[in-house]
């Protein structure tokens, strides 16, 4: 995997072109992937997405970011469904190849045309499949593109990819001002889950999977509401939710660590100390709840 930032791209456009039904009324495609990193924007008609556990169904106008390699099946409703497709690199690596802008189904794939999976260090947003909607002008730009990578007027190359790196970067900014706003209901939702999980082994990556984020974003967002790390956080959390068990129950402290998945009694008395400032005994001691609620000092 290349680790990559979004001011240096320097897209290369491997393939564009329009595709469409021709008449079928329904048609089922799965286990597909693409060579290369792809825009695909629906022009007519409508189709459903799969990947993963999640699917979605895109309209005309919508446009799906594709990373290479990346597992997925579609649907495609009405007899004049129609799709123009980008295919590029976001650096320029590897030559022309008619196989670069096609896509393959599962088992019939040429794995030395598949392309470099890249980590974008400075933005989420191209690091994952993504369905963009009411993008002003998307269609139109990505036609302007289609239509001057396949007219190979001279220096066609250079103006596509200048063309496609401006529709990336505005793709990129107009996801950022949806972002904002739903970042906080995202921001919510994670840090719910991990107060109601907190006895769970909570890392970056299990996250990601839950939420289908990069670990990345998940601790960026996190240091944004909290100002702690991730790591910090689930700790923090956890040494919370023992706080309140030692005082209100009887639990011995070994079954408390083992209750929040801390390795032993030891990690969790040093950790217990390095938050609260005092071992788990001293703060048991110091804060016992009595039968009648009266707090022993």
């Not at 924007?41 to 189709?47: D, K, P």
């Not at 191209?126 to 998307?138: A, E, K, Q, V």
């Not at 402290?253 to 938050?275: E, L, P």
């Amino acid at each position: 995997m290349k680790t990559i930032s979004l001011q240096n791209i320097q897209p290369e456009i491997k393939g564009t072109g329009e595709f469409c039904t021709a008449g079928m009324e329904f048609r089922y495609e799965y286990n597909k992937r693409s060579y290369t990193h792809r825009l695909m924007c629906i022009t007519n008609g409508s189709c459903s997405f799969h990947y993963g556990k999640r699917h979605f169904r895109c309209e005309k106008g919508d446009i799906i970011y594709f990373p290479p390699n990346q597992l997925y099946g579609n649907d495609f409703y009405g007899q004049d469904f129609r799709v123009i497709n980008i295919f590029f690199d976001f650096y320029p690596y590897r030559g022309d190849s008619y196989v670069l802008s096609t896509t393959c189904v599962e088992g019939s794939s040429f794995p030395e045309y598949m392309g470099e999976t890249v980590h974008f260090s400075d933005c989420e947003f191209f690091n994952t499949l993504r369905r963009i909607i009411n993008f002003p002008d998307g269609a139109e730009q990505i036609a302007a593109i289609n239509k001057e990578y396949s007219e190979r007027r001279i220096c066609y190359k250079q103006k596509a990819s200048a063309m496609l790196t401006d529709l990336l970067i505005s793709l990129y900014r107009f996801s950022e001002s949806g972002a904002k706003e739903k970042s906080m209901s995202e921001i919510s939702e994670i840090l719910s889950y991990i107060d109601e999980n907190c006895r769970l082994p909570l890392r970056g990556e299990m996250l990601s999977e839950k939420f289908n984020y990069h670990p990345n974003y998940i601790n960026r967002l996190i240091q944004r509401a909290t100002s702690m790390s991730l790591h910090t956080y689930i700790l923090d959390t956890k040494i919370r939710h023992a706080a309140v068990m030692l005082r209100d129950t009887d639990m011995s402290i070994t079954d408390i660590a083992m209750y929040f998945s801390f390795y032993d009694s030891s990690h969790f008395s040093n950790v217990f100390r390095k938050f609260i400032g005092c071992t788990p005994h001293e703060y048991r001691n110091n804060n016992r709840v009595g039968e009648q609620g009266e707090i022993y000092l």
